[in-house]
Nanobody
């Protein structure tokens, strides 16, 4: 059974940092592309970042470029999202998602292109 479990969220002041982790089980993780999405109350799920199987290709939403960094450790079946210079508008529930198809095949920013999802992790940035 496939499971993605996010952790590392919480409450932080504007300008602070957090690192989210997404631990995968039940799949051959090194062959899965992984994306991070976020959803604020009353808004649609929004693409944040994505990383290819081996971590060679990464993508970021314009709103987080230069502040967030995605990385992965396939030996630990874990993907990380390092978030620096956090802003109140980064407040949302953050989800990781995975798909067995390469990022070159899927639309990495489309949540419907991912097969598996975590349960979400709340990040709140206070001003």
């Amino acid at each position: 059974q496939v499971a993605l479990v996010e952790s590392g969220g919480g409450l932080v002041q504007a300008g602070g940092s957090l690192r989210l982790s997404c631990v995968a089980s039940g799949l051959t993780f090194s062959y899965y592309a992984v994306g991070w999405f976020r959803q604020a109350p009353g808004k649609e799920r929004q693409f944040v970042s994505a990383i290819s199987w081996r971590g060679c290709s990464t993508y970021y939403a314009d709103s987080v470029k230069g502040r967030f960094t995605i990385s992965r450790d396939n030996a630990k079946t874990t993907v990380y999202l390092q978030k620096n210079s956090l802003k109140p508008e980064d407040t949302a529930v953050y989800y990781c998602a995975a798909d067995s198809r390469p990022l070159s095949v899927i639309n990495h920013s489309n949540p419907h292109d991912y097969s598996y999802w975590g349960q979400g992790n709340q990040v709140t940035v206070s001003s």
